[in-house]
T-cell receptor
Framework: NAGVMQNPRHLVRRRGQEARLRCSPM?????VYWYRQLPEEGLKFMVY????????ESGMPKERFSAEFPKEGPSILRIQQVVRGDSAAYFC???????????FGPGTRLTVT | GQQVMQIPQYQHVQEGEDFTTYCNSS?????IQWYKQRPGGHPVFLIQ???SGEVKKQKRLTFQFGEAKKNSSLHITATQTTDVGTYFC???????????WGLGTSLAVNP
């Protein structure tokens, strides 16, 4: 059973460019959660999605950030016009929504130069 | 708002010593979970506790859920270098499946 997959694993963007982070949940999982983690810090919740629905986006910055989880294909976290402060590790996690435990992908390390 | 706090933030131990991290929630939790993140890695689910006063063991790790379901602890007996990492607790937030996370306890083990 393949685990949660994220790509790319490392992404370098110049200030002002767009970053697209992809997350394919574990097989059978329809709920996806995105987190951001700065070095030596904890996990900051960003957004919780179910297929074609945003359930909770209370942790998402109002500007430049968006997320989707279409009926087909991976969940995508998009960051427009990136700034240096967006440099971080972005993790996605998934579950089937009937329990609370979450299974994490390996993360995407975003570096903004 | 709802908060989950963990102490200590950092802990250095000699290999073979015991280690405990504590998790306290500002509200009663229906369950609490523990995760481990190795340096450079991603969080990995360890265990979920549901019942008041519940104690579960995984080899050298002992997890406990408080009677009031507002606190929890993780105890590691005779630490090994493989125990190095950050241990997070997390509990449900509100009425969806979102979790509220503690800031984690980073464990360093000196061989």
């Amino acid at each position: 059973n393949a685990g949660v997959m994220q790509n790319p694993r490392h992404l370098v963007r110049r200030r002002g460019q767009e970053a697209r982070l992809r997350c394919s949940p574990m097989k059978g999982h329809s709920h996806v959660y995105w987190y951001r983690q700065l070095p030596e810090e904890g996990l900051k919740f960003m957004v919780y999605l179910q297929k074609e629905n945003i359930i909770d986006e209370s942790g998402m910055p109002k500007e430049r950030f968006s997320a989707e989880f279409p009926k087909e294909g991976p969940s995508i976290l998009r960051i427009q016009q990136v700034v240096r402060g967006d440099s971080a590790a972005y993790f996605c996690a998934s579950n089937h929504g009937q329990t609370y435990e979450q299974y994490f992908g390996p993360g995407t390390r975003l570096t903004v130069t | 708002g709802q908060q989950v706090m963990q102490i200590p933030q950092y802990q250095h131990v000699q290999e073979g010593e015991d280690f405990t991290t504590y998790c306290n929630s500002s509200t009663t939790l229906s369950n609490i979970q523990w995760y481990k993140q190795r340096p450079g890695g991603h969080p990995v689910f360890l265990i979920q506790l549901v019942k008041s006063g519940e104690v579960k063991k995984q080899k050298r790790l002992t997890f406990q859920f408080g009677e009031a379901k507002k606190n929890s602890s993780l105890h590691i007996t005779a630490t090994q270098t493989t125990d190095v990492g950050t241990y997070f607790c997390a509990g449900p937030a509100g009425n969806n499946r979102k979790l509220i996370w503690g800031l984690g306890t980073s464990l360093a083990v000196n061989p």
